[in-house]
């Protein structure tokens, strides 16, 4: 099955800093997304990326399927945005295949 | 449009009973999967059911087991409680599904087995 990578697997920042979360996979996928596990343990959706580039206001992801990553900007940091942070990819006949997360914790 | 509720949210068994959880989907969606969440082997799917049918399986024995409604409406069951089975259990819903479209999460089931 595909085997997924995220990195790093700790981040600490100072709020306003930005920071580049990485998502590798083994395999070709057709869909990918990304979440944000808040502290009650509910996945939010952030992006669902395939391919391409896209922005929500100060969160971009840009996934290069040729090459089987991902990327996820988080631009001027706030306390908020602490959590875990998942990328999943998958595609017709498989089911999301989640990595170990970056668990990333904004400090003010 | 409503989000996809889950029911109970905390819930605490003990070893040996059976639990059964609750998903209603998100209004049109069809597609229902549940995946466990634990400490050490992080997120893992269970299974998915469309229209009533169960389309995807796991890898998880067979006291996990699962059903659809008419109105999409999902449940699963676990029988035999074991300590390890105690996780957060969230269910995904989405319209085609077949993994081809945005997955939509539920807040959680959180089940505690003492």
């Known amino acids: 099955g595909i085997q997924v990578e995220q990195s790093p697997p700790d981040l600490i920042l100072q709020e306003g800093a930005n920071s580049t979360l990485r998502c590798n996979f083994s395999?070709?996928?057709?869909?990918l997304q990304w979440f944000h596990q808040n502290p009650w343990g509910q996945l939010i959706n952030l992006f669902y990326?395939?391919?391409g580039t896209k922005q929500n206001g100060r969160l971009s992801a840009t996934t290069v399927a040729t090459e089987r990553y991902s990327l996820l900007y988080i631009s001027s940091s706030q306390t908020t945005d602490s959590g875990v942070y998942f990328c999943?990819?998958?595609?017709?006949?498989?089911?999301?295949?989640f990595g170990k997360g970056t668990r990333l914790s904004v400090i003010a | 449009k409503a989000g996809v509720t889950q029911t109970p949210r905390y819930l605490i068994k003990t070893r040996g009973q059976q639990v059964t959880l609750s998903c209603s989907p998100i209004?049109?969606?069809?597609?229902v999967s549940w995946y466990q969440q634990t400490p050490g082997q992080g997120l893992q799917f269970l299974f998915e059911?469309?229209?009533?049918?169960?389309?995807n399986k796991g890898n998880f024995p067979g006291r996990f087991s699962g059903r659809q409604f008419s109105n999409s409406r999902s449940e699963m069951n676990v029988s035999t409680l074991e300590l390890g089975d105690s996780a957060l259990y969230l269910c995904?819903?989405?319209?085609?599904?077949?993994?081809?479209?945005?997955?939509?999460f539920g807040p959680g089931t959180r089940l505690l087995v003492l």
């Open positions: 995904a819903s989405s319209w085609r599904g077949l993994f081809q479209e945005t997955q939509y």
């Open positions: 395999d070709s996928v057709n869909n």
């Open positions: 990326i395939p391919s």
């Open positions: 999943a990819p998958y595609s017709g006949n498989t089911p999301l295949v």
């Open positions: 209004s049109g969606h069809r597609s």
């Open positions: 059911y469309f229209s009533e049918t169960q389309r």
